[in-house]
């Protein structure tokens, strides 16, 4: 399924709107990843434990976003964007959301 960050998909018509389609999901830090992190933080630098827990939650929220389009009946779905939000101490949500589209 196509999904992008613009209004329209480039050479594409888009026949309807079907809604707003969206997907989540909730991750937390492990103690393993917060003592490389502690460590990481000490000598500067990227910590990437957390980038890879960061774009891992991202891909989920995606794949749950395309989902929700597909049993919506979508072909596409337009203007995503991603929002994240701490939900308690050392969790956090990513949430992917757009536009659900039929083409022509």
Known sequence: MIYVTTNDIAGREIESHIGTVRGSTVRARNIGRDIFAGLKNIVGGEISEY???LA???EQA???MLDDAQKNGADAVVNVRFTTSQVMQGAAEMLAYGT???LK
Do not use: G, S, Y
Request: charged share 50%; proline share 0%.
């Open 56 to 58: 891992d939650a991202r």
């Open 51 to 53: 980038t890879r827990l």
């Open 62 to 64: 995606i794949k749950r």
């Open 100 to 102: 659900a589209v039929k």
